[in-house]
């Protein structure tokens, strides 16, 4: 209605924009070239959502009238973006800080429950396995695994929703096409699956290695005297990388696939893009489709393949952390030693002590250490083991304390099988002293009341003098408080030993087992340790094991053992009079260490 007005063309895009649905609207068309005009009628419609959408955020965002007032347009719109940067970055460190802490919660969980079962496995499985494997799982393992979680919760979560959500909109823009480049998919799970599985192996391998190499070093260094002694170095440095030249290889082989997972991948999606894109083309230029749009879709098409290029490699993480974790759950699912819920408690062992047709067979060698034992021990006796070396003595008497359990017979204190009583207070009864002195980095103190905590001072003072430490401790600068090093390497052989049966008498057990406990000590502190145990052996049953004539002297009775079995048992002389075994050891073993 009325004369035709000139209206600039984003004045007039806007009144277009906000023509009532149904309205209609004359516009004049001139054509410059040949000077001429038309008139043509336009009938607003419906506007669908993202018209609707655009059209919301243009009425939020101010129109500067003058080029002016554009540079505080510019410059709020740059706080904006700023503001939305730190906002991003906010949500960022939330959640890397909370992804972090709770796999570092889970792993430090994880981690103590695998110990806490390492703890209550049987001496059968570290006779297999080995400490420093049980080592490596608990650290290198767990760590490796550790990673893995990191990012299951970090890029597993924000990379398929970006997939997800840039897919969508290529579908929108165009379903057809889209679904050429979904062929890559199949194609695409195959080759990560694949490279998975190897990615898992070479793992698995690696981890092995890295425990091998852990156990050469713990070797080496624990035993770098001895190394040294025999100038050894060089053959242990030579074993030392060998040992490291499987890892690498092992570790190259994760390298290569690793760098080639992503390659791979992004090339297969390119190539299926590119057959999508060429049929696009087509359609762009037989003015089939909006070039506009085509742009939009190749943007999506790229925002899609990126997220899967970064998950392919996400894959490959997640198989090294999967065969970590097998590892680490093989100990954690190891059967512990057999408790029986709600056992009874054994009482305080006053009769006897049994084995009954007692057999062990070790699993991993097959080997029958003990075959059909049958032996009583009254209370209060004390009980000599002897025998070659290898003949079982070591295996019949880590029955008792339940370290070994037979594959066949019994076990009975005072009646009672041991394996259907508790555990703890069966062990609560049993002071050991083995041949090799277990030292902690600790104190002298501290070492000694190691099996009972809680002890105080003065009953770890009297019983180091009835072991006869305080001799060696009172001229030490701190005493009792004085740190003895990694595996008491600042002591010598026989102040371990004392220290270790201190430890013994100061739990104050009425089983004690000896076994080689003699056997690093000098002549004048054997016999002052023989005359303190024989006094402490008063009212409790005592098992020993030893080659040291003194030691087999002051038993009760001397029981022979060869190849598992129990031959003979008697007392000295009634030995000598009738085992030929006895007196070969008597004649070599026994004569030697008298005369010493």
Known sequence: TGAPKLVHGKTLIRQLAKTPEGESVDLVVFNVADKTSRTVTLTAGRANYKSELLGRIADVIP????????FPLFIKLM???????????AFRFCQEYLVQTAVRKGIMDLRCETFSNALHLPMTFYA?????????????DVGELSRGQITLFGKTILEPAKAVSTAIAALILNWKLTLITFVAGPVAFLLIRLLGKMMKKASRKALESSADLLETTQETLTGARVVKAYTMETH?????????KRLYKQQRRMARIDALTSPMIESLGVTFVLLAAAAAG??????????FVFIAWMGCLAGMFDPVRKLSKVFTRFQRSEAAAQRVFEVYDETPEKVLPNAPALTRHQQSITFEDVSLRYANTGILAVNSVNLTIGHNETVAIVGPNGCGKTTLVSMLPRLLDPTAGHVLIDGQDIQETSLDSLRDQIGLVTQD?????ATIAENIGFGRPGASHAEILTAAKHAYVDEFVQAMPDGYDTIIGQHGSTLSGGQKQ???IARAILRDPSILIFDEATSQIDSESEHRISQAV?????????LMIAHRFATVMAADRIVVMDAGRILDSGTHTDLLARCELYRTLYNTQFTDTQAQ
Request: cysteine-free.
């Open 282 to 291: 087509y359609y762009v230029f037989a003015e089939l489709m909006d070039p």
């Open 63 to 70: 129109e500067p009238v003058s080029y002016k007032d554009r």
């Open 79 to 89: 706080i904006i973006f700023w503001g939305s940067v730190l906002l991003r970055n």
């Open 128 to 140: 297999a396995h080995g400490t420093s494997d049980t080592t490596s799982r608990l650290f290198s």
């Open 236 to 244: 242990q440095r030579e074993e030392f990388l060998d040992t490291h």
């Open 498 to 500: 004392r220290i270790s």
């Open 534 to 542: 024989n006094e402490f052996s008063n009212g409790r049953t005592t």
């Open 437 to 441: 002195s277990m030292m902690f980095h």
